[in-house]
């Protein structure tokens, strides 16, 4: 299985976790928040091979951002992988907007030339956060929980990227209609743990075939050719850091 999107820092035991994954066969890729908790988690993740670290500068955490940008520069060497990043214009996050641009802008910056593989933030921004994607030539890059029009799903297709479906989206109506409306080449799966609750408890990785059957009934197509689609999807992005 591929879990695009976890948050392996923030469970109580992430180690534990990790080496469940990498048991498992479960490629993982874990977020981060703030580049200075990649900086403290890398070291307990970096032995694993089938889970792998992202350097986060997460919106909502837009107070903090300034202190943390140098931190952001320094570290993008050590991962191929950058997340959680983007912009929240919701309520929640609306009143940092100015900081949250001015962040993403330096950090897609930073990214420009480099072969990376983003997953994003877009909350009530999916149309600026692309604007961006677009105007800074990123190539790689994931929708994490997508939650904007129906429409735009084809322009975020028609630019290369993809989308990580979580459990949370399958359960509501108007996430079934987007998971519908993105191509099979386009969709990989993410737990977004620990936030996501599944059977009682913090959801984990080794929980997402779950997520995988049911993207799979809203396709018309059988668990086992889903489980083999994310698979290649998740192959192929990885074939583009080599690009």
Same mark, same amino acid.
């Given at each position: 299985m591929v879990?695009?999107?976890?948050? $392996?820092?923030?469970?109580?035991? #992430?180690?534990?976790?990790?080496?469940?994954?990498?048991? @498992?066969?479960?490629?993982? $890729?874990?977020?981060?928040?703030? #580049?200075?908790?990649?900086?403290?988690?890398?070291?307990? @993740?970096?032995?694993?091979?089938?889970?792998?670290?992202?350097?986060?500068?997460?919106?909502?955490?837009?107070?903090r951002h300034k202190n943390e940008l140098s931190l952001f520069a320094e570290c993008v060497a050590q991962t191929s992988y950058i997340?959680?990043?983007?912009?929240?214009?919701?309520k929640e996050g609306i009143a940092s907007k100015a900081r949250q641009i001015s962040t993403f802008e330096f950090v897609l910056n930073e990214l420009s030339g480099k072969n990376k593989i983003l997953s994003l933030h877009s909350r009530g921004a999916e149309e600026t956060v692309l604007e961006y994607l677009i105007e800074y030539n990123i190539k790689n890059a994931i929708f994490h929980w997508y939650s904007g029009s129906i429409k735009l799903i084809k322009d975020i297709v028609k630019a290369g990227f993809l989308f990580s479906i979580n459990s949370a989206m399958i359960k509501t109506k108007v996430g079934q209609e987007v998971i519908k409306e993105i191509p099979l080449t386009h969709i990989l799966?993410?737990?977004?743990?620990?936030?996501?609750?599944?059977?009682?408890?913090?959801?984990?990785?080794?929980?997402?075939?779950?997520?995988?059957?049911?993207?799979?009934?809203?396709?018309?197509?059988?668990?086992?050719?889903?489980?083999?689609i994310i698979r290649e999807n998740f192959r192929k992005q990885i074939n583009l850091l080599q690009a």
């Open positions: 879990d695009a999107h976890c948050h $392996l820092d923030l469970y109580p035991n #992430p180690v534990t976790i990790a080496e469940e994954c990498e048991k @498992l066969g479960i490629y993982t $890729l874990s977020m981060t928040n703030l #580049p200075s908790h990649f900086k403290m988690g890398f070291p307990h @993740l970096s032995r694993f091979k089938k889970v792998r670290m992202a350097l986060g500068m997460h919106p909502l955490y837009a107070d997340g959680e990043v983007g912009l929240d214009f919701s799966t993410e737990s977004d743990g620990p936030f996501i609750y599944y059977q009682n408890r913090s959801i984990k990785p080794s929980d997402l075939h779950h997520v995988e059957k049911s993207i799979a009934m809203l396709h018309g197509i059988a668990n086992t050719e889903m489980s083999t």
